[in-house]
T-cell receptor
Framework: GENVEQHPSTLSVQEGDSAVIKCTYS??????FPWYKQELGKGPQLIID?????GEKKDQRIAVTLNKTAKHFSLHITETQPEDSAVYFC?????????FGTGTSLTVIP | SAVISQKPSRDICQRGTSLTIQCQVD?????MFWYRQQPGQSLTLIATANQGSEATYESGFVIDKFPISRPNLTFSTLTVSNMSPEDSSIYLC????????FGPGTRLTVL
């Protein structure tokens, strides 16, 4: 089955700096790659996603890149703010089968 | 995106008892999913619940321990049976085939 690895497990950045979280996957059949943000006491929220026919997608301060050949994808957050502090999960999916990374705890220091 | 609610939001239970978690969606959906998130861990799929058929369980999860009901297209329940402290987790329901959306979760502590 699919194996998704996510790094780093924890990340601290100064407010205003950029944050990058990286994931790799093993199954070349995976074709959908969402990112979720989970705040304390809440369920994961979809923040951005990318499909296998696209290399990059941007939504305001958040961007995701995908390299299908190398089987890795990354989340980029620019101009970080304290409210970006949360746990971020990547996932790789084929159809309705989702495989999640182990999460990155991001702390933005004011 | 769908609006999903779960009840209860949290509970503290005694070993050996059972807890039923409810998941309500604001629109009709074919498939609903139940996940477990152990403390500090990622999300693990327990089962997929389709209306009108038996739930499909992932490896390591069995119906006797986690019975699921799916009486209609907007509602599902997950029961955690004969609980032990190892069942202490956040239980999440989600919907969506291509894009998955999660409920707020039920935080379960078993003493």
């Amino acid at each position: 089955g699919e194996n998704v690895e996510q790094h780093p497990s924890t990340l601290s950045v100064q407010e205003g700096d950029s944050a990058v979280i990286k994931c790799t996957y093993s199954d070349s059949a995976s074709n959908y790659f969402p990112w979720y943000k989970q705040e304390l006491g809440k369920g994961p929220q979809l923040i951005i996603d990318i499909r296998s026919n696209v290399g990059e997608k941007k939504d305001q301060r958040i961007a995701v890149t995908l390299n299908k050949t190398a089987k890795h994808f990354s989340l980029h957050i620019t101009e970080t703010q304290p409210e970006d502090s949360a746990v971020y999960f990547c996932a790789a999916a084929t159809g309705n089968q989702f495989y999640f990374g182990t999460g990155t705890s991001l702390t933005v220091i004011p | 995106s769908a609006v999903i609610s779960q009840k209860p939001s949290r509970d503290i239970c005694q070993r050996g008892t059972s807890l039923t978690i409810q998941c309500q969606v604001d629109s009709q959906v074919t498939m609903m999913f139940w996940y477990r998130q152990q403390p500090g861990q990622s999300l693990t799929l327990i089962a997929t619940a389709n209306q009108g058929s038996e739930a499909t369980y992932e490896s390591g999860f069995v119906i006797d321990k986690f019975p699921i009901s799916r009486p209609n297209l907007t509602f599902s329940t997950l029961t955690v049976s004969n609980m032990s402290p190892e069942d202490s987790s956040i239980y999440l329901c989600s919907v969506g085939v291509v894009e998955q959306f999660f409920g707020p979760g039920t935080r379960l502590t078993v003493l």
